[in-house]
Structures are given as structure tokens and as C-alpha cells.
């Protein structure tokens, strides 16, 4: 997936030879993230949200391309999201945390209206690593894959054409996340449709 996109990326530049502008930037904010819930059949063991959605950060860089009246924004960010689970098991019932950590890289095109922007496009999402096994088997990390793709949405500000500010709305293409794994005769399967509200400020140089 990641030399589809960086190919994808390296036809854009290609194809557009000579550039007005090219700015890169760093930038940071905020998403508030649904949370990833556990499709789990009858069984011993059940695995419950203590809430719908949880708050997280990203931040990273991006490089955005004038081309006549629009531009291309690649971006390449990390982001982390905890989120607390009940688990009930045959013995015993506790809250837990897992912490969702991965690489978003969103390929944005858009306009500008003055120094208001809006922009949408691809992004995929790679997962780093497997959260927390919820329940002591080491079957449960089988269930998360590495990539998923979704899009994203939003306004975005620029002042003084220097600082960026964006609000944008990010959504996943499907709704399972991985496949379903059997453990001790019970069925998991996690649904991690990635519906996020990003908030995020940036500098450009």
C-alpha cells in the first residue's frame, strides 16, 4: 500500500512540472475518534466502550502545491488514541485501556477562496504495532491488519500565509477492521470505522 501511494504521489508531481508555489509546513492538533468496538459473540467473555468516542493528538509535516487555482496537500502524520474498555470474563470483570498508534497519510486537493480553503481526499491509515490484548490469549492480536483506507474532509484558514488552521471531518471506506479471530470457541471481530473530527494548527515556511 505504501508504494501504491508513494507512487500515486511521485505520477502528481510528474505530471505537473512547473509549480507557482511549493510550501512545507509542520502542524498539530486534536481529534475526537469513535471508538473501536468488538463484535463478540455468545460466549464467557464480553468487551463493552465505557464511552462512544475519545479524544487523541496528531501531528506531522505536509507539502502543499499551488497548481494554477487548486492545490495538492500531502501530508504524513502520526496520531495516537486510548480508549477504556470493561471486560467481562467468566472470573472476573475490569476496565482497560488500548492505545491505537498509527501513520495517517491523506492526499488532499483543494481551492482557495481568499484565505479560506477547502480541501478533501484519500488518506490511508497504518497501523504501528497491535494494541493491548484485552483478553490473555495470543490469538487476539491477529485480528488487526496494518492498513485501511478512508478520506477526509474539511475548511481550513490560512493567515498572514503562514499559519494554517483546519477543521476537517475523516471517515473509513469499511467498516471492519481485520478479520475475525476464534478464541476459545468464541468469535472477535473489530469494528473500527474510523469516524473522526480533526482540529489542527499548522506553521508553513
Known sequence: M?????????????SFPVFSQIKF?????????????YDISTGTSNIEALEDASWGFHGG???RIKLLALFVQPELVFASNTYDYTVKTATVTEVKSQTFNRVSIPVLVGFKLGPLRINAGPAASIQIGSPEALIDDPNFEQMYKGAVWGYQAGLGLDILNKITLDA?????????????VTIRGQDFQLDYS?????????IMF
Open 2 to 14: 505504501m508504494k501504491k501511494l508513494s507512487l500515486t504521489i511521485l505520477v502528481v508531481l510528474i
Open 25 to 37: 509546513g509542520i502542524k498539530a492538533g486534536a481529534e475526537t475518534t469513535k471508538v473501536p468496538t
Open 61 to 63: 509535516i505536509f507539502m
Open 168 to 180: 476537517r471531518y475523516a471517515g473509513g471506506l469499511g467498516e471492519k477492521f481485520g478479520d475475525a
Open 194 to 202: 474510523q469516524k473522526s473530527f480533526l482540529l489542527s494548527v499548522g
